[in-house]
Nanobody, 124 residues
Framework: VQLQASGGGLVQAGGSLRLSCVGS????????LGWFRQAPGKEREFVAG????????LYGDSVKSRFTISIDFDNYTAFLQMNNLKPDDTGVYYC??????????????????WGQGTLVTVSS
């Protein structure tokens, strides 16, 4: 199972970026998929996710109404549309395959395969 994240870059506050995460059939046949981010000196933070069984998106509180997760099942690709970016959104963004449900979508132990990360920098 491989995940390839891309789409990061430098953007001014208020701008937008769209991240992509290309996987495979095995990626999209497990429990779900999540996007996380990690800023320097901080813990990895849940950003958005989706469960295949419910097809309902989940979002971290800090990104609700600004970020949108979507899936292109034909091409095994997940997207994270990020609008109205803020400097606090700066960090390395990772996509990960979720295989488990114990403890919910915030439990990092429910994710087994991770992409290499893509850096998002939001300037003020």
């Amino acid at each position: 199972v491989q995940l390839q994240a891309s789409g990061g870059g430098l953007v001014q506050a208020g701008g937008s970026l769209r991240l992509s995460c290309v996987g495979s059939g095995r990626t999209f046949s497990s429990f779900g998929l999540g996007w996380f981010r990690q800023a320097p000196g901080k813990e990895r933070e849940f950003v958005a996710g989706i469960n295949w069984s419910t097809n309902s998106p989940l979002y971290g509180d800090s990104v609700k109404s600004r970020f949108t997760i979507s899936i292109d099942f034909d091409n095994y690709t997940a997207f994270l549309q990020m609008n109205n970016l803020k400097p606090d959104d700066t960090g390395v963004y990772y996509c990960a395959r979720r295989f488990g449900s114990r403890g919910g979508h915030l439990n990092l132990r429910n994710y087994d395969y991770w992409g290499q990360g893509t850096l998002v920098t939001v300037s003020s």
